[in-house]
């Protein structure tokens, strides 16, 4: 079920970043990154947004789902773009 749920909003994601409703695919980038933010689900959406050609919208950062900042979790260095 939580592989299917990631999937589906991963493509979800592709579509509304693709047909230029960036802030909608930003929201729903947001809350499934609060959903799960395992290394495998940030490589699934962040190889979506490319292929919608706005990889921008993912944060530099690893995000810290309780952060606004995108800060990551606590005791963890940034990530290396």
């Known amino acids: 079920m939580h ?3 990631i999937k589906s909003a991963a493509k979800e994601l ?3 970043a693709g047909a230029g409703k960036l802030d909608d695919a ?3 980038l947001k809350a499934v990154l609060q959903f799960d933010h395992s290394e ?3 490589s699934l959406v962040h190889k979506h ?4 050609g706005h990889a921008d919208l993912m944060p530099n950062q690893s995000p810290d789902p309780k ?3 995108f800060a ?3 005791g963890q260095p940034p990530r290396q773009p």
Do not use: K, M
């Not at 947004?49 to 919608?52: K, P, V, W």
């Open 3 to 5: 592989d299917h749920l």
């Open 14 to 16: 592709e579509a509304l």
């Open 26 to 28: 930003s929201d729903l």
């Open 40 to 42: 495998a689900t940030v």
């Open 49 to 52: 947004l490319e292929r919608a």
């Open 67 to 69: 952060s606004a900042s």
């Open 72 to 74: 990551p979790p606590a």
